[in-house]
């Protein structure tokens, strides 16, 4: 089954306790990106990666770390967690497209709270 | 500066009526957009898409209209029905740029 899959789905974590999240996606897709999701604010990206080893920054990167060493997967690193990071965290990945215009297939997302 | 609005927190229609969900950008280099459906406890899901070469897309009871100079888009359902009910994010993009911006979501809830 086509998917994108992160882990872990819910976490509690301490300020400062480095932490990642992992993002996999078994559909050979060049595009994928990180999103938080508060209320209120709709989905904001986080980082993106357009193919394997290149990464750029989206609307809200402070805080975060991405590495994209091999095209099926695209961690999310909190080097130094706050609570303000407390969210709802959406991993996503799209196919080819011209221009990379094309949907994006979205994880299941991961809760995470910073304590 | 939130390029991408959804005026509209939430929406509540009747059954078999339509539903009218609207976004509006600011941006003018975005050149394509899209809607997506989100459920409670899921990740949201690609409904419709349109460039903006075009004015209207069409895929079965849901149709996106665009609106370039008045930079607004919207998304008609026809008939509505009640699994319709979810968050609809509209999203914006350009050509050959990675990043992606949404709005904030439109809660639509369809009563039977």
């Known amino acids: 089954e086509a998917q994108v899959t992160q882990n872990p789905r819910y976490l509690i974590t301490v300020t400062g306790k480095k932490l990642t999240v992992t993002c996999s996606q078994n559909?050979?897709?060049?595009?994928m990106s990180w999103y938080r999701q508060d209320p209120g604010l709709g989905l904001r990206q986080i980082y993106y990666s357009m193919n394997v080893e290149v990464t750029d920054k989206g609307d809200v990167p402070e805080g975060y770390k991405v590495s994209r060493k091999e095209k099926r997967n695209f961690p999310l690193i909190l080097e130094s967690p706050s609570p303000n990071q407390t969210s709802l965290y959406f991993c996503a990945s799209s196919p080819p497209g011209r221009g990379h215009r094309t949907e994006a297939f979205f994880g299941q997302g991961t809760r995470l709270t910073v304590v | 500066d939130q390029q991408v609005k959804q005026n509209s927190p939430s929406l509540s229609v009747q059954e078999g009526r339509i539903s009218i969900l609207n976004c509006d950008y600011t941006?003018?280099?975005?050149?394509?957009f899209l809607w997506y459906k989100k459920y409670p406890a899921e990740g949201p899901t690609f409904l419709i898409s349109i460039s903006s070469i075009k004015d209207k897309n069409e895929d079965g009871r849901f149709t996106v209209f665009l609106n370039k100079s008045a930079k607004h888009l919207s998304l008609h359902i026809v008939p509505s029905q009640p699994g319709d009910s979810a968050v609809y994010f509209c999203a914006a993009t350009r050509t050959n740029a990675g990043k992606s911006t949404f709005g904030d979501g439109t809660t639509l809830t369809v009563k039977p």
């Open positions: 941006n003018s280099m975005f050149d394509y």
């Open positions: 559909m050979n897709h060049e595009y």
